[in-house]
């Protein structure tokens, strides 16, 4: 009995101590769109559910839920995503802290699920929600306003994209349009070039290329590919 309490323990604390390297890998293939396997996943949700039970700050528990949340938008399970994000957001909302960077993550992971999943409106309203908030309390030229802005200019973007109102496409449009040039604004403020900056001009010369505006739309690829080679970074399709 002893040893198997003995081994028990071991396999927890070795759980518990990988996790954080687990976490890290997720995070990285998170960016570069590569999955897990569902079986990987499923073990994954018992194994982070046994950590945020280990986790003693509510810190600890919220990375834990978040990182798992986020292997769950990887494997489109938006649903799942969806529901966690959101509980983590809300479980945050009391605190009241000066600026709560594990609330934002939770509402921009919420955000960008219904986005997947084409709920512009829902999307649109959560990511508005969050400039207000990053407003209140950043700099106006603060990184996390332009990130704000390009969110809401992107959503703007694929709802015209999608949408069979003409009127609706045209000023979608404009409103993505305006929100890329704000948020332009901001990144070229900065003392060098950045990929933000790249992604931001790639995205304006494709709403002018729906606008039928050909030559500002080739000057701002043409700006971002300038961008991209001198951070050895190519430019790519949204």
């Known amino acids: 009995m002893m040893r198997f309490l003995f081994f028990a323990t071991l396999a927890v604390w070795c759980a518990a101590a990988l996790m954080p390297e687990r976490i890290k890998i997720w995070q990285?293939?998170?960016l570069t769109y590569d999955v897990v396997a569902t079986d990987e996943l499923l073990s994954a949700q018992r194994a982070y559910d046994k950590l945020?039970?280990?986790?003693?700050?509510d810190d600890g528990k919220a990375r834990a839920a978040l990182c798992l949340a986020k292997a769950f938008w990887i494997q489109r399970k938006?649903?799942?995503?969806?529901?966690?994000?959101?509980?983590i957001a809300q479980a945050r909302e009391?605190?009241?802290l000066e600026y709560d960077?594990?609330?934002?993550?939770a509402r921009l992971g919420a955000a960008g699920v219904l986005r997947d999943c084409a709920t512009y409106h829902g999307a649109l309203k959560?990511?508005?929600?969050?400039?207000?908030y990053d407003r209140r309390r950043l700099a106006t030229d603060a990184p996390g306003i332009a990130r704000d802005l390009n969110n809401i200019a992107f959503v703007h973007y694929l709802a015209s994209m999608y949408g069979e109102d003409v009127s609706a496409k045209r000023e979608g449009l404009k409103s993505a349009?305006?929100?890329?040039?704000?948020?332009?604004?901001?990144?070229?403020?900065?003392a060098s070039s950045t990929a933000a900056e790249a992604r931001?001009?790639?995205?304006?010369?494709?709403?002018?290329?729906?606008?039928?505006?050909?030559?500002e739309a080739d000057m701002m690829l043409n700006q971002a590919r300038e961008i991209e080679a001198r951070l050895q970074r190519p430019c790519r399709e949204p």
């Open 126 to 132: 959560m990511y508005e929600e969050v400039l207000a």
């Open 28 to 30: 990285t293939k998170n």
């Open 94 to 96: 009391p605190l009241n």
């Open 78 to 87: 938006y649903n799942e995503a969806y529901g966690r994000f959101l509980k």
């Open 200 to 215: 931001t001009l790639q995205m304006l010369s494709y709403v002018y290329k729906q606008q039928g505006r050909r030559e």
């Open 177 to 190: 349009e305006k929100m890329f040039l704000d948020a332009l604004k901001i990144e070229r403020a900065r």
């Open 101 to 105: 960077k594990l609330l934002i993550e």
């Open 52 to 57: 945020s039970q280990l986790s003693d700050s």
